[in-house]
Each structure stands twice: as C-alpha cells, then as structure tokens.
C-alpha cells in the first residue's frame, strides 16, 4: 500500500541555520504531496503541497519539490528562526477512499537563537 | 476561507463517562470529514472516515461502539467517546475536504482529552 517515509527528529539547529527534512513515498499513480506543520499546542495546518511531478511548493520560506523519478519531497527552508520550531509532516494522497491521506510520523524542528 | 473549528480544545472527564467532540466547517461544506488520534511523539491515526448523511467508516481496530461519529450535516461531525477510560486520553483531530479543493484537507485545532 500506499506509504510515507519521513526524516527521524528531532533536528535541533540555530538560528539562520538551512533546514532539510526528508520525504520519500511509495504510491500508485500520480499521489499529491504535502507538507503540514503543527506549532506547539496546535493543530495541523497545510504548509505547502504540490499535485504533480516537478511542481514546488512554497510558503513562508519553505520549499519542498516533487521528484517523481526519486519518489520524494525533501522540505527545504534557508535560514530557520526560531518561530519555526514545530513538528513537520509529510503526507500524500491519492484518488480514491475519499483521498485519505498517508502520514510520514513527523520531524520535530527545535530552533535555538 | 476553509475554517475547521473543532471544540473543546480541551477537555478532563471521569473515567466511565461519555464525551462529545465537535468538528464544524465554518465557511464550506465538508463533502467527507476525517478524525485522526494523536499519540505522543506519533503520527496521526486516522480513526474514522465520514461523509454527510452515511455511516462512518472505522479503520481497522478502532472500535465503531466506542467512538461514536456522526456526521449529520456538512457543516457538522461529531465524535463520541463514550465510557471514556484513561487509555483513550489522547490528541484528537478533525479534518474536513471539500470535493471542489482535491485532495487538500483543513484541520480543526484539535482536542486534548483526559480521562482520570
């Protein structure tokens, strides 16, 4: 079946520091690719997402590219602050039983300044 | 747009009591609603899966007498944890898609429960 494979945290960098979590998938047919973010107490929100191979994603610094030829979506991101402290998750959908999404287990980011 | 207020954030009850969580979509209509449990330090779980005015359909090993979903307007999902125990003391989410948005889902806040 359908499955995401994230990056093990915790990933502890300094400020201004760049940023790389890992994402690769296994999926039939063409999935589409997220990442969310939880902060500290929150729920999930969407972070980025692309729908098809080479597309980039991009919000609020982040960037993170479907490679379909490498079956992965590394989220990238330049110069860390300490506001992105939070757990990343990677997630694919795909058509059919009503788009479920499939959950990488989450990389949690520690920001020192 | 596409507000998923979920309620209470959080909430403390007696063991062998019922417990009721809301998940309201704000300013859609929620084709299918999804509600996940959260582990510490684990993914999410996705437990059930609903559509307006139909059955919920459970993951396997979620127990469909336990959590209790009911998905009665598409603006309206609701889980049940009925005689909670300390076991089910969790992180729950809900989730909302929107036929016309594809693939992409909106989360509720969350709602931390405790069973004492």
């Known amino acids: 079946g359908d499955s995401v494979t994230q990056m093990e945290g915790p990933v502890t960098l300094s400020e201004e520091a760049f940023l790389t979590i890992n994402c690769t998938y296994t999926?039939?047919?063409?999935?589409?690719l997220f990442w969310y973010v939880q902060y500290p107490g929150e729920g999930l929100q969407l972070l980025l997402k692309?729908?098809?191979a080479d597309d980039k994603g991009s919000n609020k610094g982040f960037e993170a590219t479907y490679r379909k030829e490498t079956t992965s979506f590394h989220l990238e991101k330049g110069s860390v602050q300490v506001s992105d402290s939070a757990v990343y998750f990677c997630?694919?959908?795909?058509?059919?039983?009503?788009?479920?999404?499939?959950w990488g287990l989450g990389t949690s980011l520690a920001v020192n300044p | 747009g596409a507000v998923v207020s979920q309620h209470p954030s959080r909430v403390i009850c007696k063991s062998g009591t019922s417990v009721k969580i809301e998940c309201r979509s704000l300013?859609?209509?929620?084709?299918?609603m999804f509600w996940y449990r959260q582990f510490p330090k684990k993914s999410l779980m996705l437990m059930a899966t609903?559509?307006?005015?139909?059955?919920?359909?459970?993951e396997q090993g979620v127990e469909k007498d336990k959590f209790l979903i009911n998905h009665a307007s598409l603006t309206l999902s609701t889980l049940t944890v009925t005689s909670a125990h300390p076991e089910d003391s969790s992180f729950y989410i809900c989730?909302?898609?929107?036929?016309?948005?594809?693939?992409?889902?909106?989360f509720g806040q969350g709602t931390r429960l405790t069973v004492v």
């Open positions: 692309a729908t098809k």
């Open positions: 300013d859609f209509q929620a084709t299918t």
């Open positions: 999926a039939t047919g063409y999935p589409s």
């Open positions: 989730s909302a898609r929107i036929r016309e948005r594809g693939p992409e889902a909106f």
């Open positions: 609903s559509n307006e005015g139909s059955k919920a359909t459970y």
């Open positions: 997630a694919l959908s795909n058509a059919g039983n009503n788009r479920k999404l499939i």
